[in-house]
T-cell receptor, first 114, second 112 residues
Framework: EAQVTQNPRYLITVTGKKLTVTCSQN?????MSWYRQDPGLGLRQIYY???????DKGDVPEGYKVSRKEKRNFPLILESPSPNQTSLYFC?????????????FGPGTRLTVL | QKEVEQDPGPLSVPEGAIVSLNCTYS??????FMWYRQYSRKGPELLMY????GNKEDGRFTAQVDKSSKYISLFIRDSQPSDSATYLC????????????FGQGTELSVKP
């Protein structure tokens, strides 16, 4: 089944404890992206990657890191999480950014930082 | 001021009604316009994708882009209870491939 998977789905952690949220897609997609979703603010892009070893900042990259060493994986790293990073996180992928090229979203990771 | 503005609603309509959802934007570099639908506790899914100005129709859904007014719309005809979801507009500039800006999302409820 073609899909984007994220792990963990739910995470409660404490301020300053490094964490990684994994994202993996099995569709051989070139483009991958991370978003956070907050009430009243909608979806905001954190980082995106056009291909292996090619990443760029979205709208809200501060406090996050990403890497794209393999085509299928795009982990999101929080080196020192803070309470304002409590949010719902989505990973997404698509084959390209051409017209009608659907971006597939993962199921989301709900993160709480105490 | 946000680059993309969308009325969060909630919007409640009776089954069979025509629904109009809208977004305005300020960045004239936006060339790609999308509408996503998000059901509760799920990730968004792409509904419509339009490049530059014009209309696009897909079944009961019609997307319109008016670049001169910096205004995009999604129309849903003969709305169904299964259309109840949050609808998000999204846009991308032509010179920053990969960058996507979303609106806040409009929560729609279609009552039987």
């Amino acid at each position: 089944e073609a899909q984007v998977t994220q792990n963990p789905r739910y995470l409660i952690t404490v301020t300053g404890k490094k964490l990684t949220v994994t994202c993996s897609q099995n569709m051989n997609h070139e483009y991958m992206s991370w978003y956070r979703q907050d009430p009243g603010l909608g979806l905001r892009q954190i980082y995106y990657s056009m291909n292996v070893e090619v990443t760029d900042k979205g709208d809200v990259p501060e406090g996050y890191k990403v890497s794209r060493k393999e085509k299928r994986n795009f982990p999101l790293i929080l080196e020192s999480p803070s309470p304002n990073q409590t949010s719902l996180y989505f990973c997404a992928s698509s084959f390209s950014l051409a017209e009608d090229n659907e971006q597939f979203f993962g199921p989301g990771t709900r993160l709480t930082v105490l | 001021q946000k680059e993309v503005e969308q009325d969060p609603g909630p919007l409640s309509v009776p089954e069979g009604a025509i629904v109009s959802l809208n977004c305005t934007y300020s960045n004239s570099a936006f060339q790609y316009f999308m509408w996503y639908r998000q059901y509760s506790r799920k990730g968004p899914e792409l509904l419509m994708y339009t490049y530059s100005s014009g209309n696009k129709e897909d079944g009961r859904f019609t997307a319109q882009v008016d670049k001169s007014s910096k205004y995009i719309s999604l129309f849903i005809r003969d709305s169904q209870p299964s259309d109840s979801a949050t609808y998000l507009c999204a846009m991308s500039p032509y010179n920053q491939g990969g960058k996507l800006i979303f609106g806040q999302g409009t929560e729609l409820s279609v009552k039987p």
